[in-house]
């Protein structure tokens, strides 16, 4: 596929800084009150979702604006710092955040690459991204593919939650997913509600691809004692994989792991994207370059660690809320810098050991992205 020029998605802006430690504060979800406004309920009615004028008069003065392009609507999230964040429905992916730095411009954070495919449309991947499976006791297994918005929350003094809703068929089984700027970070949390009278298995992982000058000048900070699993890179929708990696090993991967579910330990750990091994032991180092390919499940890491980039002389902090599992991806540095495979894929993940959802229960997990550069 070529590269389309379609810069208004998302603007590739790296600009060197300084870092220094920042601690990192997690924030709970609080309910705020709803308004009476739902574009769920557009998505039945006349009006198309991507009706940027209405979307604009609606939610004029609470930091947000609208653009239709093709059946897509990026969202874009502003505040009065300067940090700005987008998303696209009903994808649901997170293209853009570009965080407000100390010298007072802003720098892109995430990774995200436009793609023409062979018909002539348009394909984005990387940025961040949010991909479950729920299965019910019965095998019938349903995975959220359209995000509708449902609601905006804020202002652009102090921060902009964007809230988007997908469910299945019945709506026994919905998902939230609530975006939220703040001044120093961008949140994604996820929240699963089971109204089924039956137990759902989740497997899933919030994925952000992390913008690097190259792996090379790269390190994960804060791993030291952390056990992990090699295995194969996740593949969805989003995923940029170097195409030396052979993709007919990373499909299926959660069918694979789900259909083993119940036939013991050694069984769990295959899936159709190859046979995870046996731990390899802790990480050793606590700054651990990301030079080589890599592909890892983290079974005890902490809830927050920092991505280094000495290229850049730039710094994320990540943490996760509501998640067993910590997955990292680098693609290696035998790629050109600056370029389509400087990245770093990280996120919470619940791949090994699935989530048990209990009848009329509700789950939440969430990635949080701090900026420690202000």
């Not at 359209?146 to 068929?169: F, K, N, P, Q, Y």
């Not at 050991?353 to 202000?374: D, F, S």
């Amino acid at each position: 596929m070529a590269m389309a020029n379609i810069s208004h998605l998302f603007s590739p802006n790296f600009i060197l800084t300084p870092t220094k430690t920042t601690k990192l504060f997690y924030s709970a979800y609080h309910p705020r009150q709803q308004r009476d406004f739902s574009v769920l309920a557009m998505a039945s009615s006349s009006i198309p979702l991507n009706n940027v004028e209405y979307l604009e008069r609606e939610f004029k003065g609470q930091g947000v604006s609208f653009e239709g392009i093709g059946d897509s609507c990026v969202v874009r999230m502003r505040l009065d710092n300067g940090s700005v964040a987008s998303l696209m429905v009903p994808s649901g992916l997170i293209t853009s955040y570009k965080a407000h730095m100390w010298h007072g411009s802003t720098v892109e954070l995430l990774h995200t690459i436009v793609l023409e495919n062979e018909d002539g449309g348009v394909v984005v991947r990387g940025g961040m991204s949010t991909d479950f499976e729920c299965r019910s006791d019965s095998g019938v297994t349903w995975s959220p593919s359209t995000w509708v918005l449902h609601d905006v929350r804020g202002d652009a003094e102090s921060s902009i939650e964007v809230e988007l809703r997908s469910s299945d068929s019945e709506n026994m089984v919905e998902l939230k997913n609530i975006v939220s700027l703040q001044p120093d970070a961008l949140y994604s949390q996820v929240v699963i509600t089971n109204s089924k009278s039956s137990p759902l298995l989740l497997m899933g992982y919030i994925m952000s691809h992390l913008a690097v000058s190259t792996p090379d000048a790269s390190f994960a900070v804060g791993l030291e004692g952390s056990d992990y699993y090699s295995k194969s890179p996740f593949i969805s929708d989003f995923s940029i994989i170097p195409p030396e990696i052979s993709k007919s090993k990373t499909r299926g991967v959660f069918q694979g792991l789900l259909s083993n579910l119940g036939r013991g330990d050694e069984a769990k750990m295959k899936s159709n994207f190859g046979e995870i091994e046996k731990a390899e032991g802790e990480e050793k180092d606590n700054y651990a370059q990301l030079t080589e390919k890599m592909s890892r499940i983290y079974t005890s890491a902490p809830q927050e660690f920092t991505i280094l980039d000495r290229g850049k002389r730039n710094s994320v902090a990540v943490g996760t809320t509501g998640f067993d599992e910590l997955y990292i991806f680098s693609p290696g540095s035998s790629h050109e810098w600056y370029g389509k495979y400087a990245f770093i894929c990280t996120g919470p993940s619940a791949m090994l050991k699935p989530i048990v959802l209990n009848p009329n229960a509700v789950w939440r997990g969430e990635q949080i992205l701090l900026n420690p550069n202000l």
